[in-house]
């Protein structure tokens, strides 16, 4: 049974930290150069986590689609606080989306965001057509796909240790703030289970290649 919670009270919000900013990844440059091997482990690495973070940003465009679908759909409730929620969840959203988006650019990749934003309003997508109670099931099948990052990018972290690539470190720790509130934000207000027949997220970008 879905259920959600419309209950906006200062005890339940959960603040997204929208003033953590990373240091700009190319300031030690400088340092990599003192060691050949080092610099291509680095470089290596970097190139892994910006396929991480792509495809965790494809999640969260995928699951900013559903939200809007709901929020669209309630524009004429006259239950407020409902109307509330999934706005405020969808800008949780917009903006956790955002932050991946500039970490990619942090580390020397291009944006995708609107790129995915424009293949995700493809007219040969269903999305927006699905039941209310479908595209609850869809955000709760996304949240989960979310809640994996926190352990593959651990990964990095310890390599990035290792490295000295503690830009890196730093970079991937507020990614992982900031997807674990949104997915918190979620949980709390929308207690929903995912589609256990659903495959995983897959790329907007990989299905258009």
Request: charged share 15%; proline share 4%.
């Amino acid at each position: 049974m879905i259920q959600i919670n419309a209950h906006i009270g200062l005890r339940g919000q959960i603040v997204m930290n929208s003033h953590k900013k990373v240091q700009p990844l190319h300031l030690v440059a400088a340092s990599l150069n003192q060691s050949g091997a080092r610099h291509d482990s680095v470089v290596s690495e970097r190139m892994a986590l910006v396929e991480l973070l792509q495809g965790y940003l494809t999640i969260t465009v995928e699951l900013h689609q559903y939200v809007n679908s709901l929020e669209l759909r309630l524009r004429n409730v006259s239950f407020v606080d409902v109307r509330q929620l999934f706005h405020r969840i969808g800008a949780a959203v917009e903006q956790c989306s955002a932050f991946l988006d500039e970490r990619i650019l942090d580390l020397g990749a291009p944006s995708q965001r609107q790129t995915l934003r424009l293949l995700g309003h493809n007219p040969v997508d269903a999305w927006h057509n699905l039941s209310f109670a479908t595209c609850i099931q869809h955000i709760g099948t996304r949240t989960h796909a979310l809640m994996g990052f926190s352990t593959q990018a651990k990964e990095f972290m310890d390599r990035a240790v290792i490295n000295g690539d503690y830009n890196s470190l730093h970079l991937v720790t507020d990614c992982i703030y900031q997807i674990s509130q949104l997915v918190a934000l979620i949980q709390i207000h929308i207690p929903a289970d995912p589609l256990p027949s659903l495959a995983p997220p897959q790329s907007l970008l990989h299905g258009a290649l």
